[in-house]
């Protein structure tokens, strides 16, 4: 009975393993590569640089209008801790996805829309005038796109260009994101995308232009419900802060991947 037993545990891990789901992920870049990384269009020039650390870049050509891009090939998640810092020079929002498939989207430029996944980002343009950052997360489903949270302030980005982190923790159809550490915001979806790619985006629109870094990338799977190398006892909780900043009424309409000029 204990080597049936023992069998089986060793044909379920193996299964598991195969699809890319167990095993840990770090990337900071510091080879000067981005391994299996898989930018979606020559338009967008990505690419590891070297001044300050090493970090993954992006930057569109002088026309090009919309969403930049690059998923992991690597392997796809299910139930994980995903967490990205991300910064950028320009007026326009930055992205972690998750999720998602190769050919994830949203952009004003492509007609129809494509792919499936999940983005959680933030713009912090509004800390130009002393206000706050926002963070919004959205869905796409077989090219059609749904807002999860809308535009929402938060207390937890930090301004003047500094990096930010984000991480999103999935179990199932329950999300958690996070800030800086902070958790923002819960959400459980009842028709959930259960596993993808990893990756990360950020829009550039050609009257603003923005260039978009990510760095310290990492993604501990879920095997339990309490084993993560990223998760902690004193994150689990929406502040009163956040809070009423979450049931706030939205003051923009814009779509999720970039803001009006």
């Given at each position: 009975?204990?080597?049936l ?7 379920t891990?193996?299964?598991?393993g195969?699809?890319?789901s ?20 020559t ?10 650390g ?13 969403n ?11 139930n ?6 991300l910064?950028?020079?320009?007026d326009?929002a ?11 989207s ?17 713009d912090?343009?509004a ?6 950052g926002?963070?919004?997360i959205y ?7 749904s ?10 980005i930090?301004?003047d260009k500094q ?5 999103v923790?999935?179990?199932g ?7 800086n ?6 959400f459980?979806d ?18 603003t232009?923005?260039r ?14 309490d084993?993560?190398?990223?998760a902690?006892?004193d994150?689990?909780?929406?502040s ?21 000029e």
């Amino acid at each position: 009975m204990r080597l049936l037993v023992l069998a089986s545990a060793f044909v379920t891990l193996l299964a598991w393993g195969q699809a890319g789901s167990a095993e840990s992920y770090k990337e900071n870049f510091e080879d000067g590569l981005a391994q299996l990384w898989e930018p979606q269009a020559t338009a967008q020039r990505w690419r590891v640089i070297g001044n300050l650390g090493h970090k993954y870049k992006a930057r569109a050509s002088a026309r090009f209008d919309g969403n930049m891009v690059s998923t992991y090939a690597g392997a796809e998640y299910a139930n994980f801790n995903y967490r990205v810092s991300l910064r950028n020079k320009g007026d326009n929002a930055s992205y972690m996805i998750f999720r998602a498939t190769p050919d994830f989207s949203q952009q004003r430029s492509q007609s129809p829309q494509s792919g499936s996944g999940y983005a959680f980002g933030i713009d912090n343009r509004a800390c130009v005038s002393g206000g706050l950052g926002k963070y919004y997360i959205y869905k796409m489903e077989n090219g059609s796109f749904s807002t999860i949270k809308a535009w929402t302030e938060s207390l937890y980005i930090r301004c003047d260009k500094q990096w930010n982190s984000l991480r999103v923790s999935a179990k199932g159809g329950a999300l958690k994101f996070f800030i800086n550490s902070k958790l923002v915001y819960k959400f459980t979806d009842n028709a959930a995308i259960l596993s993808g790619r990893i990756g990360v985006l950020g829009y550039s629109y050609t009257k603003t232009p923005t260039r978009h870094y990510f760095d310290n990338i990492v993604v501990a799977p879920i095997v339990t419900a309490d084993a993560s190398d990223l998760a902690s006892a004193d994150d689990e909780q929406i502040s009163r802060e956040q809070q009423l900043l979450n049931e706030m009424l939205s003051d923009s309409k814009d779509p999720a991947g970039y803001r009006s000029e």
